[in-house]
């Protein structure tokens, strides 16, 4: 989910940063869209790694929060509509009907199930994240390891191998940077590059946080299947009642009105991130006299990767 968002925020960002890129090539005199020309021209380009900058945001998690707030809304919604819509069976119809329609209460109650487990354990891994910075800033004091930025690249790292969903070569890639950092400060391994007692403590962190979350979940499906039961309770009342519903529209506009509101927290929660990056990209680019960043590259000409310039502003 996480890797879709930063795409989305990608195709966002993309007109921003070129375009910012382009008024620095007017101030110059020059206005290029490929960064391979930047030799001919004496312009100076950059590129960055969009999505990284992305998820380093220290706003991201909220955004991802939000988001999963929203589709536990919408997940209920869909199961309040059908549950609507099975009030407005006919009453001859509605018992021939009722098994077909409660294997799907049964999959959108599953679904907000999983939705809601998905926020949990997005709050237990921004914990965890929290509990391990503060153990390794502790252990940092007490004997020089890198630069700050450099320490915050280590555990931004290691981080994402334990909690992050990783393919074979991303996983690759995350312990190759960061072999090379800790060679860098005389370490030869990831598992040296965490000291014991904080691998103790980080354990029972987890563990702790795994058996919160096993019974957050079940806690959440006994309140979903009473959820369930009631329904199947009330369905013989409804019946009778078929004509006491809520009109449509009257419905319709209040779970707008519900949607609506979390999808602005959302669009908000976004923009705030874009425009604090955009900020962040342009002033990097004044600093270090950039012509125009660029948010791909082809890896031929020479241009400059200011990603972790960006990401240092976004602390």
């Given amino acids: 989910m996480r890797r879709k968002y ?31 020309a930047s030799s001919a021209q004496g312009l100076t380009y950059a590129y960055v790694d969009l999505e990284h900058v992305v998820m380093s945001h220290p706003r991201y998690s909220t955004y991802h929060r939000l988001e999963m707030e929203y589709n536990s809304l919408l997940a209920q919604y869909r199961f309040e509509q059908w549950n609507y819509s099975r009030q407005a069976s006919l009453a001859d119809k509605a018992l021939d009907k009722f098994a077909l329609t409660d294997g799907l209460a049964g999959a959108a109650l599953d679904q ?65 940077e960061l072999q090379g950092l800790l060679q860098k400060s005389d370490k030869t391994s990831a598992d040296a590059a965490v000291p014991e007692d904080v691998t103790t403590a980080m354990a029972a962190e987890k563990e702790k ?17 009473q959820r369930r039961d009631d ?47 955009r900020e962040k990209a342009a002033a990097v680019a004044e600093e270090q006299g950039i012509d125009m960043v660029f948010s791909e590259y082809l890896g031929t000409g020479t241009a400059l990767d200011i990603t972790d310039d960006i990401i240092a502003r976004l602390a």
Avoid: C
């Fill in 6 to 36: 930063a795409v989305v925020l990608g195709v966002l960002i993309i007109a921003a940063i070129v375009a910012a890129g382009i008024w620095y090539s007017y101030a110059r005199g020059a206005v290029s869209s490929k960064a391979t």
């Fill in 112 to 176: 907000e199930l999983q939705a809601k487990v998905a926020i949990k354990q997005t709050e237990l891994n921004d914990r965890l994240q929290r509990r391990y910075e503060e153990l390794m800033k502790a252990h940092r004091k007490n004997g020089p390891l890198l630069t700050e930025e450099e320490n915050l690249r280590v555990v931004n790292l290691q981080l994402k191998l334990q909690t992050a969903s990783l393919t074979a070569a991303e996983r690759q890639a995350v312990q190759t």
């Fill in 209 to 225: 946080a795994a058996a919160e979350l096993t019974a957050y979940a079940e806690d959440v499906k006994k309140e979903l299947q």
């Fill in 231 to 277: 329904g199947h309770e009330l369905f013989a009342a409804q019946m009778g009642a078929l004509g006491e519903r809520l009109d449509p529209s009257v419905w319709n506009n209040e779970w707008k009105e519900k949607l609506e509101a979390k999808e602005g927290e959302m669009k908000a929660e976004k923009e705030a991130i874009m425009t604090d990056i």
